[in-house]
């Protein structure tokens, strides 16, 4: 593929509002995992909640868009002067040449739980001031992000479970290649809700402690929720300087199981192999992986046998859900930041909580943070139903 420039990005977790308290974080090996005490839930599990959420309040324009999904977006593209950088963009490109890809699990789901507690006794009529198409509804996300920046181009919602806000960077990269648009504001967000929090819970993936990625004990996940954004465009010939680029794209589907990955990680290997061939890459030109690392024992397991194969024991890698949680289809946008943070400061983020790394997993997972030059680095983000996308980020020098 041919690379695209990242001209801006920001984040937003339970670890931090915005890059600068993102980073600080990770360096100081911050688990931003609390006991749950989210809305009514009663499940002894931790999660990753965003301070802040409750008290954001959408532009009056936008107030049928009014959801923690949505509050939660808006908290994030309000970090490190993303407004900025896309109001620029407009100016230099045209409202109608910049597109929106938006990835989101459950949208606004938590809206419409809310609403049926506030049903008419006797009709069952949900409340007049419940929106379903600009809260629950999964393009709800991007429409919202559309709309505020006033943004004419394309606009979809990518919902394909946890690789979601992965693949909106191939959906994006797809459209600048053919000439439809020049630049596109991608990203993702997912907020907890009860239906996350009991139906990870009724599956019995969750953990009682704050997750521990590759941990020879590990027993679950901790759902987290997030928002992370990025302005992307067509790069230049020759970029200049330490422009950060996303250099490779892998997607995969493995269709094994609904729920489960195939146990020797073949959609895995598949994303990861296809990544490095658009990036035109070898294994060995990756400095650092970001895994997938859910901390269940079945992808963790998977994961790692398909990195062990690919990458051997060498490539140093972790998994960043120890501090921010499972964001699910917030994740794949979320740790394509941490690794552009990586990347900007040469700095490898060691996992956290992880106590013994599990032996039968021969990689290179590293327990301690490390100051180091960073040139290409490797984001995984798998899903339920076999849906992987594997992505590489690099600078230009």
Known sequence: MNPLLITSYTAASCIGHGLSPSLDALRKRHCGLTPCNFE?????TYVGEVAGVDQERLPETLRAFDCRNNRL????LRQDHFSDAVHDAIRRLGATRIAVFIGTSTSGILQTELAYRRRDPLSGRLPADFIYPSTQNT???????RRYFDLLGPAAAVSTACSSSAKVFASAARLIECGLVDAAVVGGVDSLCLTTLYG????ELTSSRPCRPFDAERDGVSIGEAAAFFLVERAPAKPVGDSLLLLGIGESSDAYHMSSPHPDGRGAHQAMTQALAS???APEAIDYINLHGTATPSNDAAEGKAVATLFGAATPCSSTKGATGHTLGAAGGLEAAICALALRNGFLPGGINTGRVDPALPISYRLDNRD???RRVLSNSFGFGGTNCSLILGLAS
């Open 40 to 44: 009514t839930a009663v499940i002894d």
């Open 139 to 145: 393009f709800s996300a991007a429409d919202f992000v």
């Open 200 to 203: 990870f819970g009724s599956l």
């Open 73 to 76: 977006a808006q908290l994030g």
């Open 279 to 281: 990036a035109h890459l």
């Open 372 to 374: 180091q030059p960073l």
